[in-house]
């Protein structure tokens, strides 16, 4: 019997081999049409409510209904981030490989938050977290075959909380909990602003957050002087130290926080120094590109997100520790319903004591998937591939001279804006955020923007994966014919 003629069961092979092929046909025509979507949804507030009706349906529908609500409702309101012409915040890479893996994870549908929920899936995880470390030469004492090892967490906002309360309760209980109201946190004013929730979460009192200022003198690196300095009148203070969070590659304009001092600052104040290369960890694959995490030996933990720049589908955030016990000793819950005789002989590692909730995807088939059907040098050609067609970006900026680059490119984002008439940066910032506004509102390209030492800038990342020169060129076209309009009006 077709599943057209039947209802659909809960489970069953066959309706699912067929609504399969289904699914696949539709996703696989998705990306063929991809490109004749606005990249960023024109819709307006509330619009789905308008066309979805108010309650769920008595009686079962067809997937060919649902399919075509998806086409007709969804789609339009989706921000299409697999579009060529996505150039917008940071990619967030979809791939065959990856897409593969995600099925697989969904098909075989696991909760495998300790070893004996299914061993594979936490041996597996152990070992492609090996394997994408030796890919970034991390050093050994981050690999599962000593006292550290890898685990996937959701997001780097997970991955930053979940150090921070380690870094937290491993002074607590050296120096009682009375100590929290001293606990200091490091970070420049480029970091992400998950270091914040993740204070917020973690106690850390407001005061006690050290939002270190940058400038373009580092292209808005962190200056190690400043924090060695801070770091004393803090000890003289009487406040504790507790944790540098430094990034490679910052959301704004991938600046690079200098590992090698930093860690050195660290180390003599006995600081755990966290690694946020969530972004530009996928770049340090490349030989020509590891130098800029040079001195992570030092570091104590260190993340990088797979979902943004290494075609594994999201989530995947690859986070590193040396200690893996000062993870358990934070995280660790130990009810009588999920005891076993593996995790109480301690032979095995049980995820759910390395992160805050307890159940847990089959997350590392999609990497393992991506790391197998792509290989070192296929990756290695892909993060290459758009860094070219960045600086090709770049090029272009430079050559005319109505725009500037605002900050050197080191990765696939390049920061650039229109320069004002006469320098008259009030209006130079207006000028800059009308031009996102109107190209933007064509549909045909999606940029986002940053503040840098006041001024208005456009963010333009290259990274998805179907983007190729001609859409680099196309885009700045779009670019600079807006830009013409405006100046014209001025």
């Given at each position: 019997m077709s599943f057209k003629d039947a209802r659909l069961k809960p489970m069953d092979a066959e309706q699912l081999r067929e609504c399969g092929h289904q699914m696949v046909d539709f996703i696989a025509d998705y990306y063929k049409s991809i490109e004749n979507f606005p990249v960023l949804s024109q819709v307006e507030p509330g619009y789905l409510r308008e066309l979805i009706p108010d309650s769920a349906p008595e009686h079962p529908q067809s997937l060919q209904d649902v399919l075509d609500d998806v086409r007709g409702k969804i789609l339009p309101g989706v921000t299409h981030w697999q579009s060529p012409d996505y150039f917008a915040y940071f990619p967030s890479n979809s791939s065959t490989a990856g897409f593969l893996?995600?099925?697989?994870?969904?098909?075989?549908?696991?909760?495998?938050?300790?070893?004996?929920?299914?061993?594979?899936a936490t041996e597996l995880e152990m070992i492609v977290l090996d394997w994408l470390g030796k890919m970034l030469k991390l050093p050994e004492e981050f690999l599962s075959s000593g006292h550290g090892g890898g685990v996937i967490q959701g997001t780097a906002s997970e991955a930053v909380l979940v150090v921070l309360l380690a870094a937290r309760d491993?002074?607590?209980?050296?120096?009682?909990?009375?100590?929290?109201?001293?606990?200091?946190?490091?970070?420049?004013?480029?970091?992400?602003?998950?270091?914040?929730?993740?204070?917020?979460?973690?106690?850390?009192?407001?005061?006690?957050?050290?939002?270190?200022?940058?400038?373009?003198?580092?292209?808005?690196?962190?200056?190690?002087?400043?924090?060695?300095?801070?770091?004393?009148?803090?000890?003289?203070?009487?406040?504790?130290?507790?944790?540098?969070?430094?990034?490679?590659?910052?959301?704004?304009?991938?600046?690079?926080?200098?590992?090698?001092?930093?860690?050195?600052i660290t180390r003599r104040n006995e600081m755990w120094f966290h690694v946020d290369a969530a972004y530009a960890g996928s770049?340090?694959?490349?030989?020509?590109?590891?130098?800029?995490?040079d001195g992570i030996e030092d570091a104590d933990s260190f993340n990088m997100n797979a979902h943004k720049w290494l075609l594994t589908n999201f989530d995947c955030s690859a986070l590193?520790?040396?200690?893996?016990?000062?993870?358990?000793?934070?995280?660790?819950?130990?009810?009588?319903?999920?005891?076993?005789?593996?995790?109480?002989?301690?032979?095995?590692?049980?995820?759910?004591?390395?992160?805050?909730?307890?159940?847990?995807?089959?997350?590392?088939?999609?990497?393992?998937?991506?790391?197998?059907?792509?290989?070192?040098?296929?990756?290695?050609?892909?993060?290459?591939?758009?860094?070219?067609?960045?600086?090709?970006?770049?090029?272009?900026?430079?050559?005319?001279?109505?725009?500037?680059?605002?900050?050197?490119?080191?990765?696939?984002?390049?920061?650039?804006?229109?320069?004002?008439?006469?320098?008259?940066?009030?209006?130079?910032?207006?000028?800059?955020?009308?031009l996102l506004e109107a190209v933007n509102s064509t549909g045909k390209i999606f940029i986002s923007h940053t503040v840098l030492c006041d001024k208005y800038i456009l963010r333009f990342a290259v990274g998805a994966p179907l983007t190729e020169e001609r859409h680099i060129i196309a885009a700045w076209k779009i670019l600079q014919e807006h830009a013409a309009t405006l100046l014209s009006n001025l």
């Open positions: 893996g995600e099925m697989l994870s969904a098909g075989i549908n696991i909760v495998g938050f300790s070893w004996i929920t299914s061993p594979a491993k002074i607590l209980r050296k120096l009682g909990k009375d100590s929290l109201a001293k606990l200091v946190v490091y970070f420049s004013d480029q970091a992400h602003s998950s270091i914040w929730k993740a204070c917020q979460i973690a106690g850390i009192y407001p005061q006690n957050c050290r939002m270190l200022k940058t400038d373009s003198s580092t292209h808005y690196a962190l200056c190690p002087d400043s924090l060695d300095e801070i770091i004393s009148q803090d000890c003289a203070a009487g406040l504790i130290p507790t944790l540098l969070c430094a990034t490679v590659g910052t959301t704004s304009s991938t600046a690079v926080d200098p590992l090698l001092p930093l860690g050195k770049a340090c694959i490349c030989p020509e590109y590891r130098p800029y995490i590193w520790v040396k200690d893996r016990n000062s993870l358990i000793q934070s995280l660790s819950t130990d009810p009588e319903y999920l005891r076993n005789k593996a995790s109480e002989a301690r032979l095995v590692v049980d995820y759910k004591d390395w992160q805050i909730p307890l159940g847990r995807r089959f997350r590392s088939l999609k990497l393992w998937m991506v790391l197998r059907l792509y290989g070192m040098e296929g990756l290695l050609s892909y993060i290459r591939n758009h860094i070219a067609l960045a600086k090709h970006f770049e090029e272009l900026v430079r050559q005319d001279s109505r725009f500037e680059v605002v900050t050197p490119r080191t990765f696939t984002l390049v920061c650039f804006r229109l320069l004002p008439p006469e320098n008259n940066e009030i209006c130079g910032n207006k000028l800059n955020r009308d």
